[in-house]
């Protein structure tokens, strides 16, 4: 569990992270370098996620090594899968990381919603609905494992 303590936000209190795969974690099918070691760094403290519609088929590969559940989702609309799987780990104490339109209704539900500037960029929708933005998924992933990042970019 991880734990923030942000003034005029509140405490928050995150037991689940869920990730989209394409776009956010992995460009072109690949993991980004130093992913799989921060979402190592991450699983010590909660459960990780990683939802896809494996547009590559690389996704089971790729995080082999990495503490993650996978969920390889059916094809379209795979958005509302995302969200309901949110809910079903508890919106409140869940982070979502994305960067597609798909990755949209997840970010819209999650406790802390965090959208991912990578290769194949971001929509719109999903960067508007985000509590944070990030122009790299590495600095994503350090909003968690280097607190004093994320209370500073949230506090009022």
Known sequence: ??????????????????????????????LVPGVAERLNALARHVRVHVLTADTFGTVEAACREVNCAVTVLPENPIGPEK????????????????NGANDAPMLATA?????????EGAAVETLTLADVVVGDINNGLDLLLKPG????????
């Open 1 to 30: 569990m991880l734990t923030f303590d942000i003034p005029a936000w509140g405490l928050l209190v995150i037991k689940n992270v869920v990730f989209d795969f394409n776009g956010t974690l992995a460009v072109d099918g690949r």
């Open 111 to 119: 406790g802390l919603s965090v959208a991912v500037i990578g290769g």
């Open 83 to 98: 969200k309901r799987l949110v809910e079903k780990l508890g919106a409140a104490e869940t982070a979502a990381f994305g």
């Open 149 to 156: 990042r994320l209370v500073a970019t949230l506090r009022r």
